[in-house]
């Protein structure tokens, strides 16, 4: 009886495991669409981090602060040198 609770409201194993490799996939692949607003960006990031978390990845914060300026397009460059510049 637990087993068909337990595969009826949280998933099968193998459910979960397919979902949780295409989210890594698409956060490995995450860049910044041509005309998205930044706000947009971070909208996108986070429902990709939520959805990783919940399914028990974890992250460390410098990773993802990389990762979010590393995906950032080329309008934001001189934006993001400024901000490095000020940082050192």
């Not at 930044?38 to 959805?51: A, C, G, P, T, Y």
């Not at 993802?64 to 397009?73: H, R």
């Amino acid at each position: 009886m637990w087993d068909i609770l337990e595969v009826t409201h949280e998933g099968a194993n193998d459910v979960k495991r397919a979902r949780k490799h295409a989210l890594i996939q698409e956060y490995e692949l995450f860049k910044m669409q041509k005309g998205e607003r930044i706000s947009e960006v971070q909208k996108r990031f986070s429902h990709i981090l939520n959805h990783l978390m919940s399914l028990g990845k974890r992250f460390d914060k410098e990773e993802l602060n990389i990762k979010i300026l590393k995906c950032l397009d080329r309008s934001w460059q001189p934006r993001l040198l400024q901000f490095l510049n000020q940082r050192i």
